[in-house]
Structure formats: structure tokens, C-alpha cells
């Protein structure tokens, strides 16, 4: 079997829950046509480079999967079929990426490196009205 990385992007009106079962869904194609969906990553909601179909925002979510052809096939017939699906890739690689994908590790890594704001303006009294 081949081995796949598909990226969809869902409307930003939908619920994360209606993406979680999009999401469900293509699992269970792939699933019932002999492959399966070795990692699944919900990316969140992001601001897309320019709109798609009126949307501005899209959810982002990855999934690795290892199946024949037919599969993948049926899964990108299915996206294409989904309104609320606003883009979709898929792309053949040689090995799936083990772990958190690189978008996951830097939106972890950004957020360990934000401490505490630092307060610069000193205390509310000395401070003089414009």
C-alpha cells in the first residue's frame, strides 16, 4: 500500500465537532476500502493567505494515511461532494512523519517561548493624564 498525507481545509462556520466527524468520515472510507489513518491532527482555525469561496478562515486538519489508490480516490470524491469542505490535498510520500507534524511543533514551540508580558508602564498612580 501507499502511503499519503491529506489536508483539508473545512469552512470556518463549522463546528468543531462537525469537523471531527469530516473528519471521522474519511476515516471510516479509508478504513472500509483496506487502508487506515495512522495519524489524524486537527490544526485549529486559521486565516487563509485569500479567501476561498467567501471564507476568510479555514480549519485546518491532517491526515496521514496508509492505503491503496481506490482509497485515497474515494476520499477525494467524497471531499469534493462536501460543501463544507473549502480546499483539500493529498500528496504520495516515501515515509510517514512520526510524532507531531511541523506545523503542531511550532505553534508549541511559539507558545513556550511567549512568557508572562512584562509591565513596563510602572504603577497606575505616576502615570499622567494626556
Same mark, same amino acid.
Given at each position: 500500500?501507499?502511503?499519503?498525507? #491529506?489536508?483539508?481545509?473545512?469552512?470556518?462556520? !463549522?463546528?468543531?465537532?462537525?469537523?471531527?466527524?469530516?473528519?471521522?468520515?474519511?476515516?471510516?472510507?479509508?478504513?472500509?476500502?483496506?487502508?487506515?489513518?495512522?495519524?489524524?491532527?486537527?490544526?485549529?482555525?486559521?486565516?487563509?493567505?485569500?479567501?476561498?469561496?467567501?471564507?476568510?478562515?479555514? #480549519?485546518?486538519?491532517?491526515?496521514? !494515511?496508509?492505503?491503496? #489508490?481506490?482509497? !485515497?480516490?474515494?476520499?477525494?470524491?467524497?471531499?469534493?461532494?462536501?460543501?463544507?469542505?473549502?480546499?483539500?490535498?493529498? !500528496?504520495?510520500?516515501?515515509?510517514?512523519?512520526e510524532g507531531p507534524s511541523?506545523?503542531?511543533?511550532?505553534?508549541?514551540?511559539?507558545?513556550?517561548?511567549?512568557?508572562?508580558?512584562?509591565?513596563?508602564?510602572?504603577?497606575?498612580?505616576?502615570?499622567?493624564?494626556?
Amino acid at each position: 500500500m501507499a502511503l499519503y498525507e #491529506h489536508v483539508f481545509i473545512a469552512r470556518q462556520d !463549522v463546528s468543531n465537532t462537525q469537523v471531527e466527524s469530516i473528519t471521522a468520515d474519511f476515516s471510516k472510507i479509508i478504513e472500509e476500502n483496506g487502508g487506515k489513518v495512522a495519524k489524524n491532527e486537527y490544526w485549529g482555525l486559521k486565516t487563509l493567505a485569500y479567501r476561498i469561496k467567501k471564507n476568510r478562515k479555514g #480549519h485546518y486538519v491532517l491526515l496521514n !494515511v496508509d492505503a491503496p #489508490h481506490a482509497a !485515497v480516490a474515494e476520499m477525494e470524491r467524497q471531499a469534493r461532494l462536501n460543501e463544507d469542505i473549502l480546499r483539500f490535498m493529498t !500528496v504520495r510520500v516515501e515515509e510517514l512523519e512520526e510524532g507531531p507534524s511541523i506545523v503542531l511543533r511550532a505553534k508549541a514551540d511559539k507558545e513556550n517561548r511567549r512568557g508572562p508580558r512584562p509591565d513596563n508602564r510602572g504603577p497606575r498612580g505616576d502615570r499622567k493624564e494626556a
